[in-house]
């Protein structure tokens, strides 16, 4: 059964920009619990990123294969929270998208996505 954030497919030709801009909205829309667990999943996310490197920075200079341990142990945990609570592993999926689009310096594009993100992670 598909979780209700993700009942309506992406347009075709959508950025995914825009796609991440339509899941805030629906989730703006969704019931609280569903924000909450989303929320819960950014927390878990990001307590594991400052836990391994205390900021971005300190990820840019980590070894190449620290970095890469990190995203495939991001990747399993997202994985593994989707048989488990969809909203934690919805929360997790958008703090990697909004982490590796910060390091990549793409942070004026998903702006909006870490304020997002903040503001869930507050009220979980």
């Known amino acids: 059964m598909k979780h209700p954030l993700f009942s ?3 347009k075709r030709g959508e950025t995914e920009v825009e ?4 899941l805030l909205w ?6 609280s ?10 927390q878990l996310a990001n ?3 400052m836990r391994r490197f205390a ?3 300190s990820f840019r ?19 593994g929270l989707r048989g ?4 934690l592993a919805v929360g997790v999926g958008l703090y990697r998208i909004w982490l590796a689009d910060t390091i990549a310096g793409r942070g004026n594009e998903v702006d909006q996505l870490g304020e997002e993100l903040t503001e869930l992670s507050r009220k979980s």
């Open 8 to 10: 309506q497919n992406a």
């Open 33 to 42: 619990q569903t924000r909450s667990a989303v929320g819960a999943g950014v």
């Open 61 to 79: 200079r980590s070894p190449t294969a620290e970095q890469k341990r990190f995203w495939s142990d991001l990747g399993d945990l997202e994985l």
């Open 84 to 87: 488990q609570e969809v909203g």
């Open 47 to 49: 307590a594991d990123f």
């Open 19 to 22: 796609e991440l801009r339509h």
């Open 55 to 57: 900021g971005i920075e």
């Open 26 to 31: 629906r989730l703006k829309a969704a019931p």
